[in-house]
């Protein structure tokens, strides 16, 4: 009986190491590549897709960012040395609208305060106009908050799933932050309602670390 | 009363009949727990494919990526299998059919396997629930570890946010909804019967119904974990319990099961305990835990159909998209909180009386001597579940929902501090030149009222609006409400538990580890939760993943201490486990002196309880009295029954 | 059962010396613990003295813990009296006396602790209202009010998951941080754009929950007191709530003026998309609602934010 026990027991071990294993998993961390031209700078290159295509939620939007072997991975976690410049480049082939808050058009924390959208620099976009603006890049911590214009959802080279490639819609934005003199991992989120199909538009990919809820790391 | 309700007499038993090569397939027909898991599956199999084959073409399931219809469909199907397939539909069928189905055959020796089976013996449905419950917190403290864990580090995040949250509403959920009945059940089921000397319990198709939905129930809540959890905590808020992923479809079905449970218990237990006391058991000589059970089920009878009203409301906002909890369309986040609160304060004294119950129960025993001022103790427990119902809105002081009856609510609150000073009155008037016997169920009754003077006094900040402006919300509320349920609760269970092993299945414990299980306990649980009260007032908020760097230090000693706490707590099972499994130690008939009714029988308890209904001659708690005489006549002549029954039959 | 006359006198007698053994240890140890409440944690004890708010509800946690520290020591000390001195001795299995009640006792305690329980509650109230709600949501038209006559009114926006403040007496600019002056009473408009939030400014000692179409009001005076404040979200509203706080200063007057001025002109390329400046806002459905009810608005004529 003894034995039965102590079997059952380690039994119950790996089914809750199990369960606990499962509950852990994460997204991958992708990791800022350092920059060969300029000092204490690192690249970020990011790409933003209506519908991600890939993984158990295929139809949410979602996030892609370049690792250091030119390659896109799925996930919203990266991490970037303290004390640097990130130059970071997103590539967004989603469609736009009004925010919910139209205070998140407005850009900050970034290096002069603008980003740079298709080539035009901006410190403020309507998101009640136009194509209206896809998505949000807020880090409380970090004082950043950059909008991110949307393409037109009816263009007929319109991305359907990600990853999406350099022939569909787009825009080009391209800003600079820096990392802080602290290590600490920073949340970021988007602020445009962009769970289609769920209560105010917050619940689904916008509650999910890997579509639209994410950390930058700060290390040493 | 005492009402003698035997099988209908003329029908043969079958067992006489039945080949004994279809022994081996027999279970199979007659329902257990694994038929009814196929009958679940089967159910929830059909239900997806109905929901899918309704609502796969909404827009809202085409953009959310999920089909909440399928979801509810597939929980509700998958419950109706569940039962089919455990054979609680077989009897009611049958009787529909005008067929005069067979009581199943009672035997006095217990299988391993009749508990894995839907059986209508109260003895086994008190095991069940036992076990069952004792595995429900076991899996709802893990998850305490896991959220213990995150909060090592300010800013190291172990668990991804949302997983964290959902750990934490995963915890709070199952732990709130499951001990709800962990001494009802367990404890109500078994021992009431034998305590006021029936035959058994009024209902006992309800009794073995109000177990069997504990446990998809269980499955259901956990299952939630696997499709995103549920984001909105036990309190589960409109809106945000409206934004949720079909993981809050599981809370909201989990949920309802568990309410109907709770709901369908208390029936039996209001019906047996008004209709079924032996002759002599009059209401000033029912044991304390008998009051304590019906006062707790009439209170939940009257609060727990507002909960699933609630969770009804709740279902249709996420299913069909009503919109009666958001505010958008005309409808109120308030609510839900009302209809929640409206449940869930009477719900907290329902976790907290049949603790308090069992504690003044066992406390006699221990102490050897009557019970102090016995009235005052049941009238302090009707009057915790009265006021219990007028009390609600402190949870919605910050709410900015009806500001100006917040004086009223305050007073309303405070005033239930007077009916359970009362508990405090008994014990300590009991215990007032008794001969203190300290065995390891008095240890954790001791800690009780320990433990309970924590929670009782921060209850009173909580209370105080000016107060409760600093502490609502934070950590300080998490510790006082650990206080008073699992140092209340829990405790007292772990006292119950360790008194009644020797009834329930004729083996004691061991002493030793006893011992040391209670110290670790309950030194690891004081230090766990007295140090939250400090860290919520320096301003952490409930369910953060996130606090100030300062409060580091404390949040690692509490996440250590709780560690320690579940180590002791898993040395207390392993103790119950391994002396029920491996040494056996056979008990004494009695080996605590109790005068109660229970003790009587000896173990094991016969399949009838008593061969003849017995006449109950005097209180059960006559200790200390020179010549007490037996508590029950168990052999009664005729007369002697009419006489004590006075006639009015 | 039987016993004389003669007993019953000695056990009265036992019982009234074991009594004032026990009150005697009670009162030496509550007036030394109250004292130490009092004097030597009371000026420590949380939330700080920040505003007039968070003064009223320290001295509230302090009544009430000298209130509570003698009810904590007489179940202690009795408890403890007991324990030592009622103890079977290893191997007696006898039983205690026959006591099954003592109306004298019952009475006392049936009397004092409902007074003191009718007493916290008057004195609850009392300081709620003495107080001006004492920092807490009063809903939308709270009934007791201090009496400036313009607080500072700043309305606290609450949505998934950062708070905002729009500032009406500044041109309804918004800004994500929050700068208070010294001296000054402040009124605080709190609601929410989705869930329920809660608004809770731990020094200022301001709390108040954010509800979707909900303006609930709590209002705070600041001293003469400069410093840093937190602002955490004290009501579970998802993912980020743990991630959902801010810091904010008090700061004096002319550097709050200063500071308010520098954020009307970097935000006025902003300001002007906002939504007039209305008490609670409803959801647009034109897109940015999340789609999760059909797109029609049956409050369409009302401010949409």
């Not at chain 3, 905002?164 to 402040?186: A, C, H, I, K």
């Amino acid at each position: 009986m003894g034995i039965v026990l102590v079997s059952a027991a380690a039994a119950v071990g790996l089914i809750l190491f199990g369960i606990f294993g499962y509950l852990r998993t994460y997204p991958p961390t992708v990791s800022a590549v350092a920059s060969s031209t300029q000092p204490n700078t690192v690249n970020l290159t990011m790409q933003v897709d209506g519908a991600v295509g890939t993984g158990p939620h295929p139809n949410w939007v979602g996030w892609y960012i370049k690792n250091g072997a030119g390659k896109w991975v799925r996930t919203t976690l990266v991490q970037i040395p303290e004390r640097s410049y990130v130059h970071v480049t997103v590539l967004e082939y989603d469609s736009g609208g009004p925010l919910r808050n139209e205070y998140w058009g407005k850009v900050s924390g970034t290096v002069g305060g603008v980003v740079n959208l298709n080539g035009k620099s901006v410190s403020v976009l309507n998101g009640a106009t136009g194509n209206g603006i896809a998505h949000t890049i807020v880090a409380p911590g970090l004082n950043l908050a950059v909008p991110v214009w949307g393409v037109n959802g009816q263009a007929s080279n319109f991305c359907q799933t990600g990853p999406c490639g350099p022939s569909e819609a787009h825009n080009v934005e391209t800003f600079t932050f820096y990392s802080g003199a602290t290590t600490h991992t920073y949340r970021w989120q988007c602020f445009i309602p962009c769970g289609v199909g769920y209560l105010n538009g917050n619940g689904g990919p916008m509650s999910a670390t890997g579509y639209m809820a994410g950390f930058f790391k700060v290390v040493a | 009363m005492a009402v003698e309700m035997t099988p209908v007499s003329g029908v043969k038993s079958p067992s006489g009949s039945r080949a004994d090569g279809l022994k081996f397939v027999k279970p199979w027909f007659t329902g257990n727990f694994f038929t009814a898991l196929i009958g679940g599956a089967i159910g929830y199999a059909f239900g997806h494919w109905l929901g899918n084959a309704i609502a796969s073409g909404y827009t809202v399931t085409i953009n959310s990526g999920y089909n909440d219809v399928a979801t509810y469909l597939s929980l509700l199907f998958g419950i109706v299998g569940w039962f089919v397939g455990l054979g609680a539909l077989n009897y009611p069928i049958q009787k529909l059919l005008g067929l005069e189905p067979l009581e199943p055959a009672k035997s006095e020796k217990r299988t391993f396997w009749e508990h894995w089976t839907y059986s209508t013996d109260h003895k086994v449905v008190g095991v069940q629930y036992l076990f069952g419950m004792l595995l429900y917190f076991l899996v709802a403290g893990l998850l305490a570890l896991g959220i213990r864990t995150e909060l090592l580090s300010p800013t190291y995040h172990i668990w991804a946010p949302e997983t964290y949250i959902e750990i934490v509403g995963e915890h709070g959920t199952m732990m709130m909804m499951m001990m709800t009945s962990v001494v009802m059940g367990p404890f109500g089921n078994f021992l009431i019967p034998l305590m006021i000397g029936s035959k058994k319990m009024a209902f006992p198709r309800l009794e073995a119904v109000s177990f069997w939905f504990t446990v998809p129930s269980f499955l259901i809540l956990l299952s939630a974990l696997w499709q995103g959890g549920f984001q909105s905590g036990w309190t589960g808020y409109a809106p945000l319990s409206i934004q949720g992923g079909p993981g809050q479809s599981d809370y909201d079905v989990a949920f309802m099961l568990m309410a109907f449970s709770m709901i369908l218990a208390s029936i039996n237990m209001t019906a047996t305990i008004i209709n079924y006391r032996a002759p002599g058991m009059r209401w000033s000589r029912m044991p304390i835990l008998a009051w304590g059970l019906i006062t707790t089920a009439f209170t939940m009878l009257l609060s727990v159909p507002v909960l699933i009203d609630g969770l009804y409301v709740m279902g249709l906002d996420r299913a069909v998209r009503t919109a009666m909890l958001y505010a958008g369309h005309g409808g109120s986040s308030f609510l839900w909180e009302n209809l929640f609160w409206f449940f869930g304060h009477p719900e907290v004294y329902l976790l907290a009386l049949p603790g308090f119950a069992l504690t003044t129960e066992l406390l006699p025993v221990f102490a050897r001597k009557p019970i102090f001022a016995y009235k005052t103790s049941a009238a302090g427990m009707i009057g915790v579940a009265t006021l219990s119902f007028f009390v609600w809105q402190h949870h919605l002081f910050m709410s900015g929902m009806n500001p100006d009856m917040r004086p009223l609510f305050m007073l309303t609150t405070e005033l239930i501090s007077i009916p359970t000073g009362f508990l405090y009155l008994v014990a300590m008037g009991t215990l007032w030149k008794g001969k203190i016997r300290l065995e390891v169920p008095m240890l954790f009754l001791l800690a009780v009222f320990w433990n309970f003077l924590w929670g009782g006094v921060t209850g009173v900040y909580n209370s105080d609006v000016p107060v409760d402006a600093l502490v609502h919300g934070s950590f300080f509320v998490m510790a006082h409400f650990h206080f008073t349920i699992m140092g209340q609760l829990m405790f007292a269970v772990f006292a119950g538990v360790y008194y009644y092993v020797p009834l329930l299945f004729g083996v004691k414990m061991n002493d030793k580890l006893g011992k040391i299980s209670f110290w670790i306990i309950f030194i690891s649980f004081n230090s766990t939760f007295l140090p939250l009260f400090m860290i919520g007032l320096l301003g952490q908020p409930r369910r953060v993943f996130e606090y100030a760097v300062r409060l580091q230090h404390l949040n690692q000693w509490v996440t250590v201490s709780a560690y320690v706490l579940g180590f002791g707590i898993l040395l207390y099972v392993i103790n119950l486990v391994w002396s029920l499994a491996v040494t056996r130690t056979p008990s004494e008939p009695n080996p605590w002196e109790s005068q109660g009714l229970e003790w009587q029988v000896g173990y094991p308890v016969p399949k009838d309880n008593f061969e003849k209904i017995p006449v109950v001659l005097r209180s059960p708690y006559y200790y200390g009295y020179e010549n007490p005489g037996p508590i029950a006549d168990l052999d009664p002549s005729a007369e002697r029954v009419a006489v004590v029954s006075g006639g009015d039959e | 059962m039987a016993i004389s006359q003669q007993e019953l006198a000695e056990r009265k007698a036992d019982n009234r010396r074991r009594g004032w053994q026990i009150f005697a240890i009670w009162l030496v140890l509550t007036v030394i613990t109250d004292y130490l409440v009092w004097f030597v944690w009371g000026p420590h004890m949380p939330p700080g003295t920040m505003t007039t708010t968070a003064a009223a509800q320290q001295f509230d946690f302090k009544f009430l813990t000298a209130m509570v520290v003698p009810v904590l020591f007489m179940v202690w000390v009795y408890g403890g009296y007991v324990l030592v001195n009622f103890r079977a001795k290893p191997g007696d299995r006898g039983d205690g006396i026959v006591l099954t009640g003592n109306r004298k006792i019952q009475g006392i305690w049936y009397v004092a602790s409902t007074v003191m329980v009718l007493f916290l509650a008057g004195f609850g109230t009392f300081e709620l209202i003495a107080n001006n709600g004492i920092g807490t949501g009063g809903g939308p038209s709270p009934i007791w009010t201090p009496s400036a006559k313009s607080p500072l009114v700043i309305q606290v926006i609450a949505q998934q998951w950062r708070f905002t403040y729009r500032w009406p007496q500044f041109g309804g600019m918004e800004t994500t941080s929050l700068d208070l002056p010294t001296n000054t009473t402040v009124k605080f408009d709190v609601t929410s754009l989705d869930v329920i939030h809660d608004f809770w400014a731990y020094q200022l000692g301001v709390k108040a929950d954010a509800n979707p179409g909900v303006n609930n009001v709590a209002y705070t005076t600041t001293t003469s007191q400069v410093g840093r404040f937190t602002v955490r979200c004290d009501e579970l509203c998802g993912i980020w709530h743990g991630a959902m706080y801010n810091y904010g200063h008090v700061v004096t007057r002319s550097a709050f003026y200063n500071w308010a001025h520098q954020m009307q002109v970097q935000n006025a390329g902003v300001t002007k998309l906002l939504p007039p400046f209305s008490l609670t806002y409803t959801p647009s459905y034109s897109g940015a609602g999340g789609g999760y009810y059909p797109s029609y608005d049956p409050n369409g004529s009302t401010q949409t934010y």
